[in-house]
């Protein structure tokens, strides 16, 4: 892959080899690509690189949450901090299975935006006074007693009479943040407006 067009905010694109041996670093403005041969590097940075690969690109940085649902609704920062752990969770669940693949295929239903899992926890959150590690600690319990997958627990309590009231809630503040935030924004617009005409 020799001819590789850069954005044009872009200054490297790095390219991985299909087997994984090198790293073609393409740098802009016409200058010469570096590459890096996986095979010449010791154990022990390998080791390391794919640890610091592993923690930031491929479970932080791939467990953003945005800060509005698909609805264009706020997310508060709790709600988007434990989403980002459900995200994390799930991803490290499925790299320890010892899987091959790189890329995690989503369950049906499952999204980008905010899924019904991150709901369930924090549901399970607001119902029991749980921490989000405590919510967790009762869906791996679930899934461990009640022979079920991770989707299966989940969709288990969320179907419970008050954990669903609880998502319900969770909705509804959702909707009436997002409204709050639109009144402001329409408010502040305005009042502008009559100053400039001043």
Known sequence: MTNVKLKDNQQVAPVVADDGMTVTFHVADGLAPIVLHMDRLSPEVL?????????????????????TDADGLIVPRAERLALKRERMATLVEHYETGTT?????????EGRGDGGAGLTILALMRVYGNTAEQAEATITRTMEKKGLDRKGALKLWASTDKVAAAIAEIKAERARAGASAASVDADALALEMMEEGD
């Open 101 to 109: 693949e790189w890329n995690r295929r989503r369950a049906t239903g």
């Open 47 to 67: 080791r390391r690189a794919a640890c610091v690969g592993m923690a930031q690109v491929r479970i932080i940085d791939a467990a953003a949450v945005p800060a």
